[in-house]
């Protein structure tokens, strides 16, 4: 399971990345923010680049946005082998995106906590991580969907007034067979 939830969730991310990209730069040509450079700022403390004032190089910015979209797909694609599937794995999943933004921004002294924040700001930052959280987990769940149903759906359907989105399995004996 590991090695599949490692590439799936490399797929999924990255998908999950290009989609909320595209949803940004189509919220920006509507709105007129400008890029955010936060990424990059924070890749450049994180591995102790020199900060590059004014605006990042553009590899070093996709380089920790894509990498970091690429690598916390491999968490959702984890969530859903295990049976954590559908829409609201995925909202949990949001919240696990935004925590590790906050996390790496504020510890590396390149972002402030989102209370500080203008609600227009904070509100256009949890839309686009909404995005990629749940088209990240749209793939993941369909990737892990192809392996059959993760534990936790097969736990869910041999437990009396449990619901199962996986339907009845078939019956066993007491070797398992």
Request: aromatic share 4%; charged share 20%; net charge positive.
């Amino acid at each position: 399971m590991i090695t599949r939830a490692l590439w799936q969730g490399l797929l999924a991310g990255t998908a999950g990345g290009v989609v909320m990209t595209l949803g940004e730069k189509i919220e920006q040509a509507v709105t007129g923010r400008p890029d955010s450079h936060v990424p990059g700022r924070v890749l450049e403390r994180l591995t102790g680049m020199p900060d590059s004032p004014g605006r990042q190089p553009l590899p070093v910015n996709w380089t920790m946005h894509f990498g970091q979209a690429a690598l916390l797909g491999v968490l959702r694609s984890v969530m859903a082998h295990a049976g954590l599937r559908g829409p609201l794995a995925s909202a949990k999943f949001t919240v696990v995106r935004l925590t590790n933004d906050q996390i790496l921004e504020n510890a590396t002294g390149v972002g402030a906590p989102p209370s500080t924040w203008p609600r227009t700001e904070l509100t256009v930052d949890v839309l686009h991580k909404a995005v990629y959280a749940f088209v990240t987990g749209a793939v993941a769940d369909a990737l892990a969907a192809r392996s059959g149903p993760g534990p936790g759906q097969r736990h869910a359907a041999v437990r009396p007034g449990r619901h199962s989105d996986v339907g009845p399995l078939p019956r066993r004996d007491a070797y398992g067979r």
